[in-house]
């Protein structure tokens, strides 16, 4: 049984996600009202806010765990709120190649990108919502565990061999479905997704780069919210540190978009995360949390340092 169910915490999931949806109507309505080019200083300045508020949250949970069950209880549910989160938002990074790649295809202005992602996490949100519950009823059942935990281990040796950013944005689904059912412009029109022309409305080629990451989030998706509930069994807290992590995705790419190309190892790095939860999940479960977490940050840490040498060495290289 859950220590968190349902029916007895919605009012929590309730007010949860409408402080969720305040801090989204007070970024786009007061701080990117108007559409402008986000530096890095400032994109920087919003990751320390929502990594902040991540980590004031686990504190307010661990000190609510700890009033209501036991120390050791809340410091097992506090470092498994801190894994799923830090499992997300590394796995988010792998993402930051595919909206480079979306970006770059359909030609979107630095000052409306912030735009497209605003509304695509708010859709991830929403998705996640669904896969979560999804995964709470799914993952009951052992089996069931045991095949996702097959699906990761793939998933994380397809990506050994293939560069998430390969992929083309035009043969996405969603892109695919909207050239069907509407006409698109061959312009952009400002901050509009959609346009009257003629008295037809017209799709905008930003419509379909917020189609193009929308569908990458709902695969993206499908390994990361089992991927969590393999570090935990608590729906409470996939869904908070999936939240958490996918708040502070916009702000990150922002900072990351132009150094991307030199985690040219990361991939390795989150193949290998996905790995060990996968036999995790099918074979090495169950497996101390704090053990995870710090297999975890190596995998990470380990690729993302790696790359950086190697990105350094590259430069130096190719100074005369």
Known sequence: MPLFPFAEYWWFYLGFTLFVLAMLAIDLGVFHRKAHDVSVREAARWSAVWIALSLVFNVLLYRYAAAHFSAEVAGEIALEFLAGYV????????????????????????????????????????????????????????????VFGVILIATGARMLFHDSGESSPDRNPLVRLTRRLLPVTDTFHGKHFFIRIDGVWHA??????????????????????????????????????????????????????????KFSLLRFGLAGVLIFI???????????????????????????????????????????
Request: hydrophobic share 65%; glycine share 4%; aromatic share 12%.
């Open 87 to 146: 499992v997300e938002y590394t796995l988010s990074i792998d993402n930051m190649f595919v909206f480079v790649v979306i970006f770059s295809f359909f030609s979107v202005p630095s000052h409306l990108q912030h735009r497209v992602l605003f509304y695509g996490i708010l859709g991830a949100l929403i998705f996640r919502a669904i896969f979560i519950a999804l995964g709470s009823v799914l993952l009951s059942y052992h089996a069931v565990v045991i």
């Open 204 to 261: 905008t080629p930003l419509l379909l780069a917020l189609m193009a990451i929308e569908m990458s989030d709902i695969v993206f998706a499908i390994d990361s919210v089992p991927a969590i509930f393999a570090l935990t069994s608590e729906p409470l807290i996939v869904f908070t540190s999936n939240v958490f992590a996918i708040l502070g995705l916009r702000s990150l790419y922002f900072v990351l978009a132009a150094a991307v190309v």
């Open 278 to 320: 996968g036999l995790k999940m099918s074979w090495l479960n169950p497996f101390p949390i704090t053990w995870s977490l710090a297999i975890i940050a190596a995998l990470i840490g380990g690729s993302i340092v790696a790359s950086l040498l190697v990105a350094k060495r590259a430069e130096s290289a190719a100074d005369p």
